[in-house]
């Protein structure tokens, strides 16, 4: 199982970043995505999941209204649209594969300053 996420990198306060996750080595579909984040000092945190096939999908309060998750079973990715971000955003990001066995990425910076 792999997760290689990119995407990440610096923004502005109030632009935006979309990073996706590609998955190899399972079977993507069948397997609900999240993504969670880290900033410094802090845990790690749930930003958002997104269900197998129906596109349910749940989201922290923290981001509501200005993230969307997605996913393309069909491309084995999973995308994280970030709008209006803030400088409370910039963290290392993290996909992972949820499950019996969990599975992490390698994350991707994000910052967000001016």
């Known amino acids: 199982v792999q997760l290689v996420e990119s995407g990440g990198g610096l923004v502005q306060p109030g632009g935006s970043l979309r990073l996706s996750c590609a998955g190899s080595?399972?079977?993507?579909?069948?397997?609900?995505m999240s993504w969670y984040r880290q900033a410094p000092g802090k845990e790690r945190e749930l930003v958002a999941y997104?269900?197998?096939?129906?596109?349910?999908?749940n989201y922290a309060d923290s981001v509501k209204g200005r993230f969307i998750i997605s996913r393309d079973n069909a491309k084995n990715t999973v995308y994280l649209q970030m709008n209006s971000l803030k400088p409370e955003d910039t963290a290392v990001y993290y996909c992972?594969?949820?499950?019996?066995?969990?599975?992490w990425g390698q994350g991707t910076q994000v910052t967000v300053s001016s």
């Open positions: 992972r594969r949820n499950g019996i066995i969990v599975y």
């Open positions: 080595g399972f079977t993507f579909s069948s397997y609900v």
């Open positions: 997104i269900s197998t096939t129906d596109g349910r999908t």
